[in-house]
């Protein structure tokens, strides 16, 4: 009786531990070994840079509390939906565009621009447009760096 | 667009399912593979170690065995690992309640990832690598092997069904460890972040400050829809954009739980005779077909859908996730249209269209015998399976494993309403609210995990009634099945002509309207209180 035990349960036992030690540990080290080697802005996050400072990751949405920028949507199934529909995107245009005197056409221009951008970062064909809230901001303070020089100057910390 | 989104993941996933179908096929018969002699070194190292003799055959009882005691380990492991993670390294948190960490113990053993808790919010990055991953490995091998053994015991003639220990060690290192590393590269190259750090602190672009929950996503994300597993690492699973970053790793998660569900007819067809296989494929896509039918039907959302997804890539994500009891969810639930819901309530109830990795194969062979039996007794005609007589004891063995699961969900729906546990979680009774029970059940039953409730069902009454039916919708049917193989590799086989052809045009059709009108007849009033009434 012993013996069909320890038949039975030993080679469950060592084979439960290779498996931890191989697939839960090994695995995932190796992945993430090269991802940080090879790939480090995937790795972390993909990190947004403006002159030379994070301000927010490429896929994560962040809120924006100035009426100059564009708004991410306030719903959405994760909750961290970075993107919203061009028509959304125009649809904010009035706005931002009579609170930053940024004529209107030339916001159009960046929505078309973003949603070009976007198709090509998904292959053209693989999801529907999309407009990327927070690289379109980041776009407006590069172009207008005057007019948002006060809503991005808390980040200069002294 | 939408045709080409469409195409390449069907032509895809079928294309990588010929190749690792043929693949399978090898290893179920341990014919030579490339590199076999590397691997075959590896593979005798890990023998060694774990004791076994790879050429020891096991009777279906034996290996049945072997499974569970296997899992049983495992899920204790894990158990262990979710209730004392405050003691362990890697960013601690605290240990789970009792009853969530065994719900969350068999929902990830039984390959069915039904997720109580908030991922990035109460596990340790040590629980999802170590514990997770790890068990995303153990479910679908077992499942796979399961399938081996199943398939073994229609080729050959009382030699045993194979040897588990050998089975799983070599499904683990030569087909899901290789296939998850590179799937996770790519998904890490598409933006999937893979660390060690639990969080990640940066700038916001007006100055502020933001911490985003991170950790080794790419490498659970791979294995999490390569192995019809579904648990996120993040509560909002692959519609959170560390999971699924754009329109081409939504794609590319699709072909991943595809491919496994779809290369196992494709194995049956070398062993068991090119057409058989091919009709069961057919059979498979033809259900599939329906479920994506229903579900495009109707445009979903927007709210609940993620915008680089849009209806199509949610609705097909979807419907592919359910379809294939992966349980993955790129959409709130509660987005979807009402008739890509009554998809997907038709992907849980058959479980075989193409379902999970192993056991949707087995799951569509007992929908085959049920059908000869049926057709037989239509024509009178003693049902033949592969020129194998189907006797009494392999039908009800057949009807049985059918009947399982249909228990499975309505007792325990109606429990929840009679012991007011419904009502105490989701409020009035509604055909929505009731939508939300039998889909809880059923995607318990069925090893699916896709569900509406996540973190409301975490109280003990869900916990323990959900945990107990996905250990018995797992457990139970495997063991059925593989009793079914066991009868069938000591029968006598006589190559004549079947009485009724498994294979054609005339069967693929029954077969499909058979499998729908038993799921149909059994479920149908449910879903008229349910689904069909919102």
Known sequence: MRTITSKVFSPAIRIVVLMIITTGIAYPLLVTAIGQTAMPSQSNGSPVILNGKVVGSELISQSFTSAKFFQPRNDSASGVDPDITPDSAVSQIPAISGATGIPVNALKTLVDLDVARNKETNALVFTPDYVNVLNINVELVKQYPDVYAQEVSAKEVP | ?534
């Open chain 2, 1 to 534: 667009m939408d045709i080409i989104i469409l195409l390449v993941v069907l032509v895809g996933s079928l294309g990588l399912a010929v190749i690792f179908g043929r693949y399978m096929a090898r290893l179920i018969t341990y014919e030579k593979r490339p590199l076999e002699k590397t691997m075959g070194q590896v593979e005798n190292g890990f023998y060694r170690i774990i004791g076994v003799d790879r050429y020891e055959q096991m009777t279906w009882k034996q290996y049945f065995l072997a499974i569970v005691i296997t899992n049983v380990i495992a899920a204790g492991f894990l158990m262990a690992v979710l209730l004392y993670q405050n003691n362990l390294p890697l960013s601690p948190k605290p240990g789970l309640s009792l009853d969530l960490a065994f719900n969350t113990a068999a929902s990830f053993v039984t390959n069915t990832n039904l997720q109580h808790y908030a991922g990035e919010q109460q596990l340790s990055i040590f629980s999802q690598m170590v514990g997770l991953i790890f068990m995303m490995f153990v479910a679908p091998a077992s499942g796979i092997a399961a399938a081996f053994a199943f398939i073994r015991g229609f080729i050959r003639k009382e030699f045993g069904l194979g040897n588990f220990y050998v089975d799983f060690t070599r499904i683990i290192l030569t087909l899901l460890i290789p296939v998850a590393f590179f799937s996770a590269l790519l998904l890490l190259f598409l933006g999937s972040p893979q660390t060690l750090d639990s969080t990640i602190t940066m700038g916001t672009l007006q100055g502020g400050v933001q911490t985003i929950p991170t950790g080794p996503v790419a490498s659970l994300e791979s294995i999490k829809e390569l192995g019809s597993n579904g648990g996120g690492f993040f509560s909002a699973n692959s519609s959170h954009p560390f999971e699924n970053p754009n329109g081409i790793s939504n794609v590319f998660e699709c072909i991943l739980m595809l491919v496994i569900p779809l290369s196992l007819p494709i194995a049956y067809a070398h062993l068991i005779g090119k057409g058989r296989g091919v009709s069961i494929l057919a059979a498979m896509m033809i259900g599939f077909g329906v479920m994506l039918a229903l579900g495009l039907s109707e445009s979903s959302g927007p709210a609940g859908l993620e915008t680089r997804f849009g209806s199509f890539g949610s609705t097909l994500f979807l419907e592919t996730s359910v379809a294939t009891n992966t349980g993955a969810a790129n959409a709130a639930l509660s987005g979807m249209s009402p008739n890509a819901v009554i998809g997907f309530f038709l992907g849980m109830f058959v479980q075989a269209i193409p379902g999970a990795d192993g056991t949707g194969m087995m799951m569509m062979i007992i929908f085959v015998i049920l059908t000869l039996f049926l057709v037989g007794l239509m024509v009178g005609k003693t049902p033949e399976f592969m020129s194998m007589k189907i006797n009494p004891r392999d039908v009800k063995l057949a009807a049985f494993v059918f009947l399982i699961h249909p228990a499975l969900i309505l007792i325990p729906t109606v429990l929840a309403y009679t012991t007011g546990s419904a009502h105490d979680t989701l409020g009035a009774t509604t055909p929505a609210t009731f939508t939300q029970v039998l889909y809880e059940y059923s995607s318990a039953s069925a090893n699916n995990g896709s569900d509406y409730l996540g973190t409301l069902a975490n109280t003990p009454f869900w916990n323990w009634s959900t945990a107990w039916i996905m250990l018995i919708g797992r457990y139970a049917p495997i063991g059925l099945m593989l009793a079914v193989a066991g009868s069938f590799t000591l029968r006598d086989r006589k190559e004549v002509v079947e009485p009724i052809k498994t294979s054609g045009f005339l069967f693929v059709g029954v077969l499909s309207v058979m499998v729908f009108v038993l799921t149909a007849l059994t479920f149908f009033p449910f879903l008229v209180m349910g689904p069909f009434s919102i």
